[in-house]
């Protein structure tokens, strides 16, 4: 919401990164940096979200690709300087190594928890199969860590099969992004479509990490996958950017918008000043 402000209100300047880019820069770096020792994961999405939308919003790509470079070669050093003394890398860097070097080496054990929910999920993808079995036959859901959460896509894969499951729920996230970047095209409103649109892709990248984890394209990151996984905070968050999408959709797709071509041209141009009321001489002069 932040970016999508700024980056309507500096529209004019984002072609100068020192008084258009850096401004909406060093906040998102700020709170990308405060979440990084907990939860790189989100870290990460959140950065990543933001830069793609600054790109979106106007911001030259020249400046993106300097951000992008410079994250990288922070998490390069961070990485080595663990290599050398763990010690001096807070946070749960030990984790995140480990998670790496074990997907990166395609091995696999069950001394690790990870590890085991790793093999759990593609075991129930391949019980699963192509259709659908009886719901509530799965054996994920009684051998499975997390599978109410982390791993529920594969979950849902084992009970309701690839078709219906894997590539059902895939295309309900598609259609979803799909018609949030129609409101955010026909958004009459800068700050509305960018903030439609920004919503939107952090459900829908959040929901695309889940699934890859659980297919076991990328290492476990612990991202749930929104309005499916059960959660606290990540389901009050996902209502909360649904509510925002639709507010923004109201002036796209509202009757008394469409039928009202004054309600239009109030959102699409500058507000005019009211005439003033007639004096009492003009309405007696009009009157005779």
């Not at 390069?76 to 300087?81: A, E, I, R, Y």
């Not at 050398?84 to 860097?93: F, M, S, T």
């Not at 799965?138 to 896509?153: K, L, V």
Request: glycine share 10%; charged share 15%.
């Amino acid at each position: 919401m932040y970016v999508a402000r700024m980056l309507t209100a500096k529209r004019a300047k984002l072609h100068n990164f020192k008084e258009g880019v850096l401004p909406i820069l060093v906040p998102v770096v700020g709170i990308c940096l405060l979440i990084f020792p907990a939860n790189f994961s989100t870290a990460v999405l959140l950065g990543g979200v933001c830069l793609l939308l600054m790109f979106i919003g106007g911001v030259h790509i020249k400046h993106i690709s300097a951000v992008i470079g410079s994250a990288l070669l922070g998490l390069v050093l961070m990485f080595t300087v663990y290599k050398i003394n763990p010690e001096l890398v807070p946070g749960r860097a030990s984790t995140w190594m480990s998670r790496i070097e074990m997907f990166s080496s395609g091995e696999s054990s069950s001394t690790t928890a990870t590890d085991y929910q790793t093999e759990e999920a593609k075991a129930a993808i391949y019980r699963g199969g192509i259709f659908p079995s009886p719901p509530g036959t799965a054996h994920a859901r009684n051998s499975m860590p997390h599978a109410y959460s982390d791993m529920i896509y594969a979950f849902i894969i084992e009970e309701y099969g690839s078709i219906f499951g894997g590539l059902g729920i895939l295309m309900l996230y598609l259609i979803f992004f799909y018609r949030s970047i129609r409101i955010a095209i026909k958004c009459p409103r800068h700050f509305g479509g960018l903030l439609a649109l920004g919503f939107s892709m952090l459900l829908v990248f959040q929901a695309f990490i889940n699934m890859a984890v659980s297919v076991n394209i990328i290492p476990v990151t612990g991202q749930p996958l929104p309005l499916v996984s059960m959660g606290g905070t990540s389901i009050l968050f996902t209502c909360f950017a649904i509510g925002v999408i639709l507010s923004v959709s109201r002036s796209v797709y509202d009757e008394d918008y469409e039928l009202n071509p004054t309600a239009k041209e109030r959102l699409t141009n500058p507000i005019k000043k009211k005439k003033g009321k007639k004096s009492n001489k003009e309405e007696g002069h009009a009157y005779a």
